[in-house]
C-alpha cells in the first residue's frame, strides 16, 4: 500500500547539518492500529470451511493496519519436497499445505515471525519454501535467513499510516537451527536469529548439597569444590537459593546485535515491533504465566532502543502486559491457531512416543504429544493438553497523536472440548469464560501497574494523553 501521511520524519538541522536519522519516537498517523496474536500452528486453509464465530475473528484481523502472528509451521507440498524430517526438531513436526500461504494473507495477516523452535523442524529446505509461500503471499516475515545478518534484520511492511518494521527473534530454539554469520573464508549458516541465553538452577541448600554428592561420585569430575553455593554438574550451573527457580542471562553479545537491529529497523520506519519466541522458565500452567527474569529488562532494553512493541509467544500460555514508556510490552499471547492435524509425522516422534507407524496413526501421535507435552523437553509434562492452553486474547493497539491511546483485549477459545478434528479454530469468547480469560489477563499484568477494565465481555487499557 502506498505510504503517505502528514508525520512524516524529515532532515533536521543539527549542528551545521542534515540529522537524516530519524528519532526514536512513534511516527504513525492518527488510527494506527496494530492487532497481535501468539502462535499459529495451523495445517490447512481455513476461510472457506464452516467455523462458527470465525468471521467476526476474521472482522477484527482485517480491521488493523498492522495485524501480526508466530508462524509456527512450514509451508510446503511433501509430495514434491526435497527436504527431510530432521533428527534435531522442536518437538513435533509441523506442517501445512501450501495453499496455507495466500489463506493467511486473505485472514488479514501481513506480518509474521519466523524464529522459533520449530523454524528448521524439515531443515532449511522447509525453511526455504515456507519463505517462497510467505513472500508469493504478500506477507512480510522475519526472523530466518541465509546467515545471521538476513536472520536477524528488519523487514517492512507498507501501510497507508505509517511503515512497519519487524524484527523476529527466539531464546527457545534447537541448537543446530541458530544462523551464524561468514568468517574469512567459512560461509554463514542458515538458521534463525537466536538469542542465546545461560540458565542457572537455584536450589535450597540442603539439595544443592545432594546435586554436590552425586558430582563428586561421576568419573571425570574433581571432589569437594571451592564455592560452597555454587555446582556444576552435565552443563548445568546449580546456585543456592531460598527456593527452587530458574534463571537467565541473555548473551550480551546476541543482546547487542538484537539491539542494533531495532535500531536500524526504526530508523527506515515509523514504527518497529520487536517479537520473541520463547519457553522460558518452563510452559506448565502454574510455571509459565510469569516471564522468565531476564525478560523485563530485555524488553525494556529493546523499546529504549527504538522499538514502538514487544509481543512474546511460546509458552502456548496468557502472560501479563506491561505498559512502558507508553509503549506495549505483550509478554505471551498464548495460542491462536491450535489446529495441529499435521501429517506426515515423522519417525522419530513416532519413537519418541513409543508409537509405531506400521500400527498407529499420525493423529494418535499428536494428541498423545498434547496430552503429555513435548518429550524433548527433559520429560517435563507441558499445559498443551489442558484447557487453559486453548483460552488466549488478540491485542488490538489504537495509536493517536503518536501515543497509545487505547489497548482492547478480545477474549477468545479455541474449542478444547470439542473433538481432535475440529478443535483449535478461534472464536469469541463469551459469558463466564470470557470474564476468567480478562480476569486473568487482569491478575497477570497487575505486577505490571497495568490496569485492565472489563466492558461489555472486552479487556480495555487506556493510557492518559
Not at 501468539?38 to 476461510?47: E, H, K, N, W, Y
Not at 545432594?210 to 553455593?229: I, S, W
Not at 484447557?387 to 482492547?408: D, G, K, M, T, W
Request: proline share 5%.
Amino acid at each position: 500500500m502506498e505510504h503517505s501521511h502528514e508525520n512524516d520524519c524529515h532532515p533536521t538541522r543539527h549542528g551545521g547539518g542534515y540529522d537524516t536519522v530519524g528519532s526514536i519516537a512513534t511516527n504513525v498517523a492518527d488510527g494506527f492500529t496494530m492487532v497481535a496474536v501468539g502462535d499459529l500452528i495451523v495445517s490447512r486453509p481455513l476461510t472457506k470451511g464452516n467455523h462458527p464465530g470465525f468471521d467476526e475473528i476474521v472482522q477484527i484481523l482485517r480491521d488493523a493496519d498492522a495485524t501480526f502472528g508466530n508462524m509456527e509451521t512450514l509451508i510446503f507440498d511433501i509430495r514434491s519436497f526435497k527436504g527431510s524430517p530432521q533428527a534435531e526438531y522442536g518437538g513435533a513436526y509441523h506442517i501445512s499445505v501450501p495453499e496455507l500461504g495466500a489463506d493467511l494473507k486473505a485472514l488479514g495477516f501481513n506480518l509474521m515471525s519466523r524464529a522459533n523452535n520449530h523454524s528448521l523442524d524439515w531443515g532449511v529446505e522447509g525453511m526455504r519454501e515456507t519463505s517462497r509461500v510467505l513472500d508469493e503471499s504478500g506477507i512480510i516475515h522475519a526472523g530466518v535467513g541465509e546467515n545471521l545478518a538476513q536472520s536477524g534484520a528488519a523487514r517492512f511492511l507498507e501501510t497507508a499510516r505509517g511503515r512497519v518494521a519487524l524484527v523476529s527473534l527466539a531464546t527457545t530454539f534447537m541448537p543446530m537451527s541458530r544462523a551464524c554469520d561468514p568468517a574469512g573464508e567459512a560461509l554463514g549458516r542458515p538458521g534463525v536469529n537466536a538469542l542465546r541465553l545461560t540458565r542457572n538452577i537455584t536450589l535450597p541448600s540442603d539439595v544443592l548439597e545432594c546435586v554436590r554428592r552425586v558430582r563428586d561420585v561421576l568419573p571425570g569430575y574433581a571432589a569437594g569444590g571451592k564455592d560452597p553455593n555454587r555446582v556444576v554438574l552435565l552443563g548445568e550451573t546449580f546456585k543456592a537459593g531460598d527456593k527452587p527457580s530458574f534463571s537467565y542471562e541473555a548473551d550480551p553479545r546476541d543482546v547487542a546485535n538484537i539491539q542494533r537491529n531495532v535500531r536500524r529497523g526504526k530508523q527506515f520506519s515509523d514504527f518497529c515491533i520487536i517479537t520473541n519466541h520463547g519457553h522460558e522458565p518452563d510452559w506448565s500452567e502454574l510455571v509459565s504465566q510469569e516471564p522468565a527474569d531476564f525478560e523485563q529488562s530485555f524488553a525494556r532494553k529493546m523499546i529504549d532502543a527504538g522499538a514502538d512493541a514487544y509481543i512474546g509467544h511460546g509458552p502456548h500460555l496468557l502472560r501479563g502486559i506491561e505498559i512502558y514508556k507508553g509503549r506495549p510490552i505483550l509478554y505471551s499471547l498464548g495460542n491462536f491457531f491450535f489446529d495441529d492435524l499435521r501429517t506426515p509425522v515423522g519417525a522419530d516422534m513416532f519413537n519418541a512416543y513409543g508409537k509405531d507407524p506400521r500400527i498407529d496413526t499420525d493423529a494418535e501421535v499428536t494428541v498423545n504429544e498434547q496430552a503429555k507435552g513435548y518429550p524433548s523437553v527433559d520429560g517435563f509434562v507441558g499445559a498443551l493438553g489442558t484447557p487453559v492452553c486453548y483460552e488466549s486474547v488478540i491485542a488490538v493497539s489504537r495509536f493517536e497523536h503518536n501515543q497509545l491511546a487505547e489497548l482492547r483485549l478480545y477474549p477468545i477459545e479455541l474449542g478444547f472440548s470439542k473433538r481432535f478434528a475440529n478443535r483449535g479454530i478461534p472464536r469469541l469468547a463469551v459469558g463466564l469464560q470470557a470474564m476468567d480469560i480478562l480476569k486473568r489477563m487482569q491478575n497477570l499484568s497487575q505486577p505490571f501497574g497495568t490496569e485492565i477494565t472489563i466492558e461489555n465481555e472486552v479487556g480495555v487499557i487506556r493510557l492518559r494523553p
